[in-house]
C-alpha cells in the first residue's frame, strides 16, 4: 500500500543519501555545486526585495568602517490569534515582561568560511533582538552587531525564541553588509527555547556553504526523524508510514492526526478557511444530524421527502456559534436563530448535472466479455450481456462487430474490482454490493446511451452465484428494475470517484511527492520553488480526511458502499490500476481508449469521443502548464546534464519512487530522469494531478450529486429479483417507488453527505488559483516573470474558449435544454459553489 506519515512511526527511516545533501524546508537552504553547474545555482540577489513580493525573507544592506561592519538587524514575525504576542493568558503577560526587557530573540551570525588557519568553523556572532514595534499583523524586533572584516560572507541566521510561546518568523532584515543585499525566505514557525528539544533553528543564505556542514547535517537530521516515538504538534519532520491505524491492533488513534509544524497553516494564511469550515462541518454540523436524526436506518417514505430538504430543511438542536464562527463559515448550510431553540439544516438546490464521467468510462476493446477472477471462487467469468442484447439495444443501426470497430461500444466496469468484497460488505448491516458492469454505446450526436447493467454476486453463503442483466424499456416492471439496477450502478461508481478518482489519484498519490521534496529539495532549490505552490496545505486537508472522512467509522465508511472497507478498496485499486505514467492527462485518455495519438490533431490527440468536455478543456489546460513547466525548466537546465548531476533533484525523484511508493519501486513504467524532457514530463503531471484533475473531480461534487437521487453513495437493499419471495415480489410490484427508497441511502447517509459535498464543493474567499498571481519569488527574473505571464495568458484564453464551446448548441454534452454548462476546467472563479476554478493545490 502507498506509505503517508501517521501519527506514531514504528521503523527506521531510510536515508537514502547522505548527509551532505542540501538541507531541506528552512529558509534559503544552500547545498554543494556539481562540476557541472545548473544556471540557477549562479543566481544571486543583488537588489532589496519587499518582503510584499517575497513573503518571509532575510534581508541584507551594509556599510562599513576600517575594522568592521555595523550591522542591523531587523525581525519581522507574524501575529497569530490566541497565539504569539496577542497578549492572551499566562504566557502571553511573560512573553511582555521578555519583551520589556529587551531579550526577545536570540539571533547568531554564522560564517560560510571555515577559519582559514584552524580548518574548524568561525565564532558565531550573538545578539539580542528587542522589541521595536507592533501593528494588527506583525511585531518588529531590531538587533546591532558588530561584524569584523575577516568574519566573510553571512551563511547562516541562528534563531532562539526567548517566549514561552512559539512565533511564526516571517523575516529578518541585516542592513550593513559590504556585498550587496540578500534574501533568504524564512515563513516558519519557531518553537519557545523552554519547550524546543532540537535547540536553535537556523535560516540559510544562498551562500556556498563551506562553513555550514554541521548545520546543514543537523538540521537534515531534524527534518527527516529517526523514524520513532510519538510525533508532538510542534515537530518538523517528514516522514513516511502505512495508513494502518485503522486497525486498533496495530496503533493507537491520536484524536489529531500528525502534520509537520511549517505544513500546518490554519492559524496563519485566512486562505484555510477551507479546512476550517470541512472542520466544522465534521465536528459540529454531522454529530448535531445525529441527534435530529436518530433513527439511522430511516429513509425517506416519499420522493417529495426527498424535496423538503432543499424547501424546508431539518431542523437541528441549537449549535455552538461562539462569535459568530459557525455562521460566517457555513453561511450556505446552516441557518442560525436568535432565539436559539433550534438552527436549520437547509440546502441549496444543486444543478443537477448529467455530464460524461472522467473517472473509468473506457473503450470496449475486447469481446465477448470475460472476468479476469479465479472462477473457482467467483464462478463463471462469461458474462451474460451477449451480442444478440447489445444489437437489440442499438436497435438495427449496425452490427456489434461493427459498433466494436467503429469505437462506438464503452464500458463502465466494475466487476472484477468489486466482486471479492460482495460477500464481506453483505456482512454489515444496512448495505449490500455486487460486481457490475455498464455498457454504453456512442450515438451519432456524440453523447453515450447506456445499453445494459449487468450484477453479480458470487457464490456465497452456501448459494450459488446469481447474476441478471438490465436493459432500459418500456414495460413498468422492468422500467422500475432499470431504475434499480442504475441505483446499485451509481452507488458503485460514486464510492469509486470517492475513493479512487478523487481520494487516492490526488490527495494520497500526491503526499509522498511532499514529503519527498521537503525530505530532499532545499527552499531555495528551484523545483521546490516551481512545486511549492501546488503542495500548499495538502498534508493538512489529508490529515483532516484521516481524522473524520476515511477513518473507522467514518463518513465514507458509513455512508458509501464498500462500507468498512473503503480503504482496502483504495488500496487494492492502487496496486491493480495506479501508474505514475498514467496520470498524465494525455496518457490516461490514451490508456483508456477514449483518444489516439495523431500528431496532426490539435494537442497530438484525436478523441474517440468529440465532445468530450474533461478532455477538451483539460487538453488545453495541460498544454498552457506544459509549456509553463517547459519554460521554467529550460532557464535553470539549458542541458540535460545538469538533470542527471543534480543530486538533490535525483534524490527526490529516487525517494517518491522507493519509499513514497514503495509498494511500486521495481515497476518498469517509471519514467527515468535523465533529461530536460523527463524532468518537464513528471513535472507537468505532478501539477495537473494537484490542479486540473482534483478541480475536476472536486469541486462539481454538490451540484453533480447534491441531489442524491442523481448519485446515489450507497445501495442498501438487493434487486427483488435476487431470490425473492412471493411476499416481496408481490410488494415490489404494488409499491416499486418504496422499494427504490429503500435502496436509496438513510435520511442520515443523504444529509450527511450532502453536507460534506457542499463544504467540499466551496472555494474559499482567498482561493490561490492556478496562473492567477506570480510567486513573489519570481518577481525579480525577468525571464521567469515573462514566461508565467504567458502561461497566465493562456488560462485567460482558456476562460473565452469553454464559454464559447459551452454556448455551442452542436455540443450535446456542454450546451443544451436542462445541459448545466461544463465548467470544472475554467480556471478562475468567485468564492463559493460554483462548479469551476482550478486552484494551485489540493487544499480541500
Same mark, same amino acid.
Given at each position: 500500500?502507498?506509505?503517508?506519515?501517521?501519527?506514531?512511526?514504528?521503523? *527506521?527511516?531510510?536515508?537514502?543519501?547522505?548527509?551532505?545533501?542540501?538541507?531541506?524546508?528552512?529558509?534559503?537552504? &544552500?547545498?554543494?555545486?556539481?562540476?557541472?553547474?545548473?544556471?540557477?545555482?549562479?543566481?544571486?540577489?543583488?537588489?532589496?526585495?519587499?518582503?510584499?513580493?517575497?513573503?518571509?525573507?532575510?534581508?541584507?544592506?551594509? &556599510?562599513?568602517?576600517?575594522?568592521?561592519?555595523?550591522?542591523?538587524?531587523?525581525?519581522?514575525?507574524?501575529?497569530?490569534?490566541?497565539?504569539?504576542?496577542?497578549?492572551?493568558?499566562?504566557?502571553?503577560?511573560?512573553?511582555?515582561?521578555?519583551?520589556?526587557?529587551?531579550?526577545?530573540?536570540?539571533?547568531?551570525?554564522?560564517?560560510? /568560511?571555515?577559519?582559514?588557519?584552524?580548518?574548524?568553523?568561525?565564532?558565531?556572532?550573538?545578539?539580542?533582538?528587542?522589541?521595536?514595534?507592533?501593528?494588527?499583523?506583525?511585531?518588529?524586533?531590531?538587533?546591532?552587531?558588530?561584524?569584523?572584516?575577516?568574519?566573510?560572507?553571512?551563511?547562516?541566521?541562528?534563531?532562539?525564541?526567548?517566549?514561552?510561546?512559539?512565533?511564526?518568523?516571517?523575516?529578518?532584515?541585516?542592513?550593513?553588509?559590504?556585498?550587496?543585499?540578500?534574501?533568504?525566505?524564512?515563513?516558519?514557525?519557531?518553537?519557545?527555547?523552554?519547550?524546543?528539544?532540537?535547540?536553535?533553528?537556523?535560516?540559510?543564505?544562498?551562500?556556498?556553504?563551506?562553513?555550514?556542514?554541521?548545520?546543514?547535517?543537523?538540521?537534515?537530521?531534524?527534518?527527516?526523524?529517526?523514524?520513532?516515538?510519538?510525533?508532538?504538534?510542534?515537530?518538523?519532520?517528514?516522514? +513516511?508510514?502505512?495508513?494502518?491505524?485503522?486497525?486498533?491492533?496495530?496503533?493507537?488513534?491520536?484524536?489529531?492526526? +500528525?502534520?509537520?509544524?511549517?505544513?500546518?497553516?490554519?492559524?496563519?494564511?485566512?486562505?484555510?478557511?477551507?479546512?476550517?469550515?470541512?472542520?466544522?462541518?465534521?465536528?459540529?454540523?454531522?454529530?448535531?444530524?445525529?441527534?435530529?436524526?436518530?433513527?439511522?436506518?430511516?429513509?425517506?417514505?416519499?420522493?417529495?421527502?426527498?424535496?423538503?430538504?432543499?424547501?424546508?430543511?431539518?431542523?437541528?438542536?441549537?449549535?455552538?456559534?461562539?462569535?459568530?464562527?459557525?455562521?460566517?463559515?457555513?453561511?450556505?448550510?446552516?441557518?442560525?436563530?436568535?432565539?436559539?431553540?433550534?438552527?436549520?439544516?437547509?440546502?441549496?438546490?444543486?444543478?443537477?448535472?448529467?455530464?460524461?464521467?472522467?473517472?473509468?468510462?473506457?473503450?470496449?476493446?475486447?469481446?465477448?466479455?470475460?472476468?479476469?477472477?479465479?472462477?473457482? !471462487?467467483?464462478?463463471?467469468?462469461?458474462?451474460?450481456?451477449?451480442?444478440?442484447?447489445?444489437?437489440?439495444?442499438?436497435?438495427?443501426? %449496425?452490427?456489434?462487430?461493427?459498433?466494436?470497430?467503429?469505437?462506438?461500444?464503452?464500458?463502465?466496469? +466494475?466487476?472484477?474490482?468489486?466482486?471479492?468484497?460482495?460477500?464481506?460488505?453483505?456482512?454489515?448491516?444496512?448495505?449490500?454490493?455486487?460486481?457490475?458492469?455498464?455498457?454504453?454505446?456512442?450515438?451519432?450526436?456524440?453523447?453515450?446511451?447506456?445499453?445494459?447493467?449487468?450484477?453479480?454476486?458470487?457464490?456465497?453463503?452456501?448459494? =450459488?452465484?446469481?447474476?441478471?442483466?438490465?436493459?432500459?424499456?418500456?414495460?413498468?416492471?422492468?422500467?422500475?428494475?432499470?431504475?434499480?439496477?442504475?441505483?446499485?450502478?451509481?452507488?458503485?461508481?460514486?464510492?469509486?470517484?470517492?475513493?479512487?478518482?478523487?481520494?487516492?489519484?490526488?490527495?494520497?498519490? *500526491?503526499?509522498?511527492?511532499?514529503?519527498?521534496?521537503?525530505?530532499?529539495?532545499? !527552499?531555495?532549490?528551484?523545483?521546490?520553488?516551481?512545486?511549492?505552490?501546488?503542495?500548499?496545505?495538502? %498534508?493538512?486537508?489529508?490529515?483532516?480526511?484521516?481524522?473524520?472522512?476515511?477513518?473507522?467509522?467514518?463518513?465514507?465508511?458509513?455512508?458509501?458502499?464498500?462500507?468498512?472497507?473503503?480503504?482496502?478498496?483504495?488500496?487494492?485499486?492502487?496496486?491493480?490500476?495506479?501508474?505514475?505514467?498514467?496520470?498524465?492527462?494525455?496518457?490516461?485518455?490514451?490508456?483508456?481508449?477514449?483518444?489516439?495519438?495523431? =500528431?496532426?490533431?490539435?494537442?497530438?490527440?484525436?478523441?474517440?469521443?468529440?465532445?468530450?468536455?474533461?478532455?477538451?478543456?483539460?487538453?488545453?489546460?495541460?498544454?498552457?502548464?506544459?509549456?509553463?513547466?517547459?519554460?521554467?525548466?529550460?532557464?535553470?537546465?539549458?542541458?540535460?546534464?545538469?538533470?542527471?548531476?543534480?543530486?538533490?533533484?535525483?534524490?527526490?525523484?529516487?525517494?517518491?519512487?522507493?519509499?513514497?511508493?514503495?509498494?511500486?519501486?521495481?515497476?518498469?513504467?517509471?519514467?527515468?530522469?535523465?533529461?530536460?524532457?523527463?524532468? !518537464?514530463?513528471?513535472?507537468?503531471? %505532478?501539477?495537473?494531478?494537484?490542479?486540473?484533475?482534483?478541480?475536476?473531480?472536486?469541486?462539481?461534487?454538490?451540484? $453533480?450529486?447534491?441531489?442524491?437521487?442523481?448519485?446515489?453513495?450507497?445501495?442498501?437493499?438487493?434487486?427483488?429479483? /435476487?431470490? =425473492?419471495?412471493?411476499?416481496?415480489?408481490? $410488494?415490489?410490484?404494488?409499491?416499486?417507488?418504496?422499494?427504490?427508497?429503500?435502496?436509496?441511502?438513510?435520511?442520515?447517509?443523504?444529509?450527511?453527505? %450532502?453536507?460534506?459535498?457542499?463544504?467540499?464543493?466551496?472555494?474559499? =474567499?482567498?482561493?490561490?488559483?492556478?496562473?492567477?498571481?506570480?510567486?513573489?519569488?519570481?518577481?525579480?527574473?525577468?525571464?521567469?516573470?515573462?514566461?508565467?505571464?504567458?502561461?497566465?495568458?493562456?488560462?485567460? /484564453?482558456?476562460?473565452?474558449?469553454?464559454?464559447?464551446?459551452?454556448?455551442?448548441?452542436?455540443?450535446?454534452?456542454?450546451?443544451?435544454?436542462?445541459?448545466?454548462?461544463?465548467?470544472?476546467?475554467?480556471? $478562475?472563479?468567485?468564492?463559493?459553489?460554483?462548479?469551476?476554478?482550478?486552484?494551485?493545490?489540493?487544499?480541500?
Amino acid at each position: 500500500m502507498m506509505k503517508s506519515h501517521v501519527q506514531l512511526s514504528s521503523h *527506521t527511516t531510510l536515508t537514502l543519501i547522505p548527509f551532505h545533501k542540501p538541507f531541506v524546508y528552512s529558509s534559503g537552504a &544552500t547545498f554543494p555545486l556539481p562540476s557541472l553547474k545548473p544556471a540557477w545555482r549562479q543566481i544571486r540577489i543583488n537588489k532589496l526585495i519587499k518582503s510584499k513580493s517575497f513573503p518571509g525573507s532575510i534581508k541584507a544592506i551594509a &556599510t562599513s568602517d576600517e575594522k568592521s561592519t555595523k550591522v542591523k538587524a531587523v525581525v519581522a514575525v507574524k501575529v497569530i490569534a490566541g497565539g504569539l504576542l496577542s497578549g492572551l493568558g499566562v504566557t502571553g503577560g511573560l512573553d511582555k515582561i521578555t519583551d520589556l526587557f529587551g531579550k526577545s530573540l536570540l539571533l547568531e551570525l554564522v560564517s560560510a /568560511e571555515l577559519d582559514p588557519k584552524t580548518g574548524l568553523e568561525k565564532e558565531n556572532i550573538k545578539g539580542y533582538a528587542s522589541k521595536v514595534s507592533q501593528d494588527d499583523d506583525e511585531v518588529k524586533y531590531e538587533c546591532d552587531f558588530d561584524v569584523g572584516e575577516d568574519f566573510g560572507e553571512i551563511g547562516a541566521v541562528l534563531v532562539e525564541n526567548e517566549h514561552h510561546s512559539e512565533m511564526h518568523l516571517k523575516t529578518i532584515a541585516l542592513e550593513g553588509l559590504l556585498n550587496g543585499n540578500l534574501i533568504i525566505n524564512c515563513n516558519s514557525w519557531v518553537s519557545p527555547k523552554s519547550k524546543a528539544n532540537v535547540g536553535k533553528r537556523v535560516f540559510f543564505t544562498d551562500k556556498t556553504p563551506n562553513g555550514l556542514r554541521r548545520l546543514r547535517e543537523k538540521e537534515l537530521a531534524i527534518l527527516r526523524g529517526n523514524g520513532q516515538g510519538e510525533r508532538k504538534s510542534s515537530d518538523r519532520i517528514f516522514d +513516511y508510514d502505512v495508513y494502518n491505524d485503522l486497525d486498533p491492533m496495530s496503533e493507537t488513534r491520536s484524536s489529531d492526526v +500528525y502534520v509537520p509544524r511549517d505544513e500546518a497553516f490554519s492559524t496563519v494564511k485566512s486562505v484555510t478557511f477551507s479546512v476550517s469550515a470541512v472542520s466544522s462541518v465534521l465536528h459540529a454540523l454531522l454529530p448535531s444530524l445525529e441527534t435530529a436524526i436518530i433513527d439511522t436506518d430511516l429513509g425517506f417514505p416519499y420522493f417529495t421527502a426527498i424535496d423538503s430538504l432543499f424547501n424546508e430543511g431539518v431542523n437541528l438542536p441549537p449549535l455552538s456559534n461562539k462569535n459568530g464562527f459557525l455562521r460566517n463559515l457555513l453561511p450556505r448550510l446552516v441557518k442560525f436563530f436568535n432565539d436559539a431553540r433550534e438552527d436549520l439544516l437547509r440546502f441549496e438546490t444543486p444543478a443537477i448535472i448529467e455530464r460524461m464521467r472522467n473517472s473509468l468510462d473506457r473503450l470496449l476493446l475486447e469481446w465477448p466479455l470475460k472476468s479476469k477472477l479465479d472462477p473457482k !471462487v467467483y464462478g463463471n467469468p462469461d458474462s451474460l450481456i451477449t451480442e444478440e442484447i447489445v444489437e437489440s439495444e442499438i436497435k438495427g443501426f %449496425m452490427t456489434l462487430q461493427e459498433a466494436l470497430k467503429r469505437k462506438k461500444i464503452f464500458i463502465l466496469d +466494475y466487476h472484477d474490482l468489486l466482486l471479492p468484497y460482495v460477500k464481506k460488505v453483505r456482512e454489515v448491516k444496512g448495505t449490500t454490493l455486487y460486481g457490475s458492469r455498464t455498457l454504453f454505446f456512442l450515438t451519432d450526436e456524440g453523447t453515450l446511451r447506456p445499453l445494459a447493467i449487468e450484477l453479480t454476486r458470487p457464490p456465497m453463503d452456501g448459494k =450459488p452465484q446469481w447474476r441478471d442483466v438490465f436493459t432500459p424499456t418500456w414495460n413498468a416492471t422492468g422500467c422500475w428494475l432499470w431504475r434499480l439496477a442504475k441505483a446499485h450502478v451509481l452507488a458503485h461508481d460514486s464510492g469509486y470517484h470517492q475513493l479512487v478518482s478523487h481520494w487516492l489519484r490526488t490527495h494520497c498519490a *500526491t503526499e509522498p511527492y511532499i514529503i519527498a521534496a521537503n525530505r530532499q529539495l532545499s !527552499v531555495i532549490h528551484p523545483i521546490f520553488r516551481l512545486m511549492h505552490p501546488h503542495f500548499r496545505y495538502t %498534508m493538512e486537508i489529508n490529515a483532516l480526511a484521516r481524522e473524520a472522512l476515511i477513518n473507522a467509522n467514518g463518513i465514507i465508511e458509513a455512508s458509501f458502499s464498500p462500507a468498512k472497507y473503503s480503504v482496502e478498496l483504495s488500496s487494492a485499486a492502487y496496486d491493480l490500476q495506479w501508474r505514475f505514467d498514467h496520470q498524465a492527462l494525455p496518457a490516461d485518455l490514451i490508456n483508456r481508449g477514449i483518444a489516439v495519438e495523431d =500528431p496532426t490533431a490539435p494537442h497530438g490527440l484525436k478523441l474517440t469521443i468529440e465532445d468530450y468536455p474533461y478532455a477538451n478543456d483539460g487538453l488545453i489546460l495541460w498544454d498552457a502548464i506544459k509549456q509553463w513547466v517547459t519554460d521554467y525548466v529550460q532557464h535553470y537546465y539549458p542541458d540535460s546534464a545538469l538533470v542527471e548531476s543534480d543530486k538533490e533533484l535525483q534524490a527526490w525523484w529516487t525517494e517518491i519512487r522507493t519509499v513514497g511508493h514503495a509498494d511500486k519501486k521495481d515497476e518498469p513504467w517509471w519514467p527515468k530522469l535523465k533529461t530536460v524532457e523527463d524532468l !518537464v514530463g513528471i513535472l507537468t503531471t %505532478m501539477i495537473w494531478v494537484t490542479s486540473g484533475h482534483h478541480s475536476a473531480v472536486n469541486f462539481g461534487q454538490y451540484d $453533480f450529486a447534491g441531489y442524491f437521487p442523481n448519485r446515489p453513495t450507497i445501495a442498501r437493499t438487493n434487486m427483488p429479483t /435476487e431470490e =425473492p419471495n412471493d411476499e416481496e415480489m408481490k $410488494f415490489f410490484l404494488a409499491k416499486p417507488e418504496v422499494v427504490l427508497l429503500k435502496c436509496f441511502p438513510s435520511q442520515i447517509q443523504a444529509t450527511k453527505v %450532502m453536507a460534506v459535498l457542499d463544504i467540499l464543493s466551496t472555494h474559499s =474567499p482567498e482561493e490561490e488559483y492556478i496562473g492567477a498571481a506570480i510567486e513573489g519569488v519570481w518577481a525579480d527574473n525577468p525571464v521567469i516573470k515573462a514566461a508565467f505571464e504567458r502561461f497566465s495568458g493562456k488560462l485567460k /484564453e482558456l476562460e473565452g474558449v469553454i464559454d464559447a464551446r459551452n454556448a455551442n448548441r452542436n455540443l450535446n454534452n456542454r450546451s443544451g435544454a436542462g445541459v448545466v454548462p461544463y465548467e470544472l476546467l475554467k480556471p $478562475f472563479s468567485v468564492p463559493g459553489v460554483t462548479s469551476m476554478g482550478v486552484p494551485n493545490s489540493i487544499s480541500i
